[in-house]
């Protein structure tokens, strides 16, 4: 068979004993997090029917699916993001359940991408969402856990940018720009792209005095100082309310203790057309492009039947770990505490068992190596103690 058969797919990857050591580690890390602050875990299908996936997404999105048919001709799509499909569990399931719901996951989701480091087309993920609470302190406690749940990980040097789409929204309302012109302009915008910025709005041939505001708000990043000069884009009341929404966020998650590591930003926009309120990137030293985001999206479950309030983040473990690989050493592969073996195999079982309940790590041999063969085998592995059960008469040694 062709040796090219056992490649994977461009943008997939294998984790190695080391890479799914470090991989279980953050997640259990961050799982042990999420169910101290009161999340629950829930898991939804990596499958799923295409509209379903694809309810208030954007077009960003649905463009990088990967997209099949069942037998019966209904098109399906791997789960591109978390957010929608956790919305869908909760309007068809958790109606009934008290609010507000705090959810939380880890789990694969899948987008057509070029593949790149830290940029993968199968991406690991974890995050929370909370069910049924509006207003700023619920929005500032998912900025606080993302930072901790950075910081758990083991990363000092990131920042969280904080944002408020409702203030671009706002301003877009009062500009007269064609629908295709305002979806261009918000991409721009989100990439902070000035040079593409001026020149399309040169094209339309909108007011010097408009232009300006927009050519503006991408470069308004930093502390609270920020809400000041954002004033003048409070153009309307949609504006005005999201500029006032992002100060109390700022408020309470400066109660959090976490504005450190938070800066102000009215370029973030995310890629998502479901966010309604405060949206938020996670950047870190290393890594050009964001390892974690999340916002507030109040109209996703009322399109399913179910209008709640929402909002919610999602880390990428992929991401974290590149940006840890690039800081530090790699971790030594941990070995066992003993290796067992000898020629009575009952034997080496009951000492095996015995040693495991003592809390060591151990492993029996599965090579029928004399007791100088396992000596040799555990010196070049590192494994430091040897018992080897030798037979009938019960002798039993260690090294």
């Not at 993968?120 to 901790?148: K, M, S, T, W, Y």
């Not at 996703?300 to 940006?323: E, H, K, Q, S, W």
Request: contains cysteine.
């Amino acid at each position: 068979m062709p040796e090219k058969t056992w490649e994977i797919p461009p943008g997939m990857r294998d984790f190695l004993p080391g890479d799914a050591r470090e991989k279980r580690a953050l997640e259990d890390k961050w799982v042990e997090l999420f169910t101290a602050w009161g999340y629950q875990e829930v898991l939804t299908p990596t499958v799923e029917y295409l509209p379903s996936l694809t309810v208030d997404s954007g077009d960003e999105i649905r463009d990088r699916l990967f997209q099949f048919f069942d037998h019966q001709g209904r098109i399906l799509a791997l789960r591109p993001e978390m957010t929608i499909p956790i919305a869908r569990l909760v309007a068809t399931r958790l109606t009934r359940w008290s609010l507000p719901l705090r959810l939380y996951y880890a789990a694969n989701v899948f987008r057509y991408a070029e593949p790149q480091a830290g940029r993968q087309r199968e991406i690991f993920q974890a995050g929370v969402e909370v069910i049924g609470a509006p207003g700023p302190v619920a929005d500032a406690e998912i900025v606080a856990l993302a930072v901790e749940a950075l910081r758990q990980a083991g990363l000092t040097d990131f920042q969280i940018s904080l944002g408020q789409i409702e203030v671009f929204n706002g301003l877009m309302e009062e500009l007269p720009l064609a629908g295709e012109h305002k979806a261009r302009v918000r991409q721009l915008v989100a990439k902070k792209d000035f040079v593409g910025l001026r020149e399309l709005l040169a094209a339309t041939g909108l007011p010097a005095a408009q232009a300006d505001l927009l050519l503006h708000l991408p470069t308004l990043h930093g502390g609270p100082e920020v809400l000041t000069q954002a004033a003048c884009l409070a153009v309307n009341q949609r504006a005005a309310a999201g500029l006032e929404n992002l100060s109390q966020v700022y408020a309470a998650l400066q109660a959090f203790g976490v504005e450190a590591f938070v800066a102000l930003d009215l370029g973030v926009l995310r890629g998502f057309d479901y966010y309604t309120g405060v949206v938020f990137e996670g950047y870190t030293f290393g890594v050009g492009f964001p390892i974690c985001g999340g916002g507030r999206y109040d109209r996703l479950l009322a399109r399913m039947g179910y209008d709640c309030p929402a909002t919610g983040f999602a880390i990428g473990l992929d991401r974290v770990l590149l940006a840890l690989s690039r800081l530090r050493q790699p971790v030594a592969a941990p070995v066992a505490d003993v290796l067992v073996g000898g020629v009575d195999l009952a034997q080496v079982i009951a000492i095996a068992r015995e040693l495991r309940a003592a809390g060591l790590v151990v492993e029996t041999d599965l090579l029928g190596r004399d007791r100088a063969g396992l000596v040799a085998g555990a010196t070049a592995r590192g494994i430091k103690t040897v018992r080897f059960a030798a037979g009938a008469a019960g002798e039993m040694g260690a090294e």
